[in-house]
């Protein structure tokens, strides 16, 4: 898989990135955190500038996030019931459920994390009638952290970080937690300078 990824990145370059996340919803064969810590590496190893593929990748999240919402927005009762049907889809979409039952609009950020329901939320999210403003903030904010993890986890670890993410001992458990927690707190720190903001604004 890796050795395929390098041949797309020196056949195509920095737009590879911007496909590969961009067309994941559609189900372009190429893992996200795979990509990334590739990219990340490539920049690390001086093979590529670390800014065009940072850009490159974050704007392709981003146009998926908002195609999935509006899609959503626009199908989305008829799409999900199909979904709702389908094998495939049905226990991400337990996952969904679960999580903004949980957590509301804020499900967004934590989704981001997490493959199976990663583009998925947005489309639920815009099928639910959630407001953009609030993919916007929350899914976006997501996305730039997702983003900076794991390519920062490329460009000063490698090979090690595509051992630490596909195991399953005590190193990608700690990995987890700390990239839990910091998404916790990036998501109070929100929070709070929001309810700054309107208590300002009153």
Request: contains cysteine; aromatic residues 14%; proline residues 4%.
């Amino acid at each position: 898989m890796l050795d395929m990824l390098a041949q797309l990145v020196a056949q195509y370059g920095y737009g590879l990135f911007f496909v590969a996340f961009g067309l994941g919803p559609i189900g372009i064969p190429i893992p996200n955190e795979a990509t990334m810590l590739l990219g990340g590496s490539l920049a690390g190893q001086g093979s590529l500038d670390p800014g065009r593929i940072y850009l490159y990748s974050l704007a392709g999240l981003i146009v998926a996030y908002t195609v999935a919402f509006f899609i959503g927005r626009l199908f989305g009762h008829m799409l999900l019931r199909k979904l709702r049907a389908n094998e495939r889809f049905r226990r991400p979409l337990a996952k969904v459920d679960a999580m903004t039952a949980r957590y509301g609009a804020k499900a967004l950020i934590v989704s981001c994390f997490l493959p199976g329901v990663r583009y998925l939320m947005p489309f639920v999210a815009g099928a639910t009638g959630v407001p953009f403003r609030k993919l916007a903030l929350f899914a976006y904010t997501g996305a730039v952290a997702w983003i900076f993890i794991y390519f920062m986890l490329g460009f000063h670890w490698g090979d090690e970080a595509f051992e630490l993410m596909e195991g399953t001992g005590m190193a990608s458990k700690i990995f987890f937690l700390a990239s839990t927690l910091l998404l916790y707190f990036a998501t109070r720190i929100i929070v709070r300078r929001r309810k700054t903001k309107s208590g300002l604004a009153g």
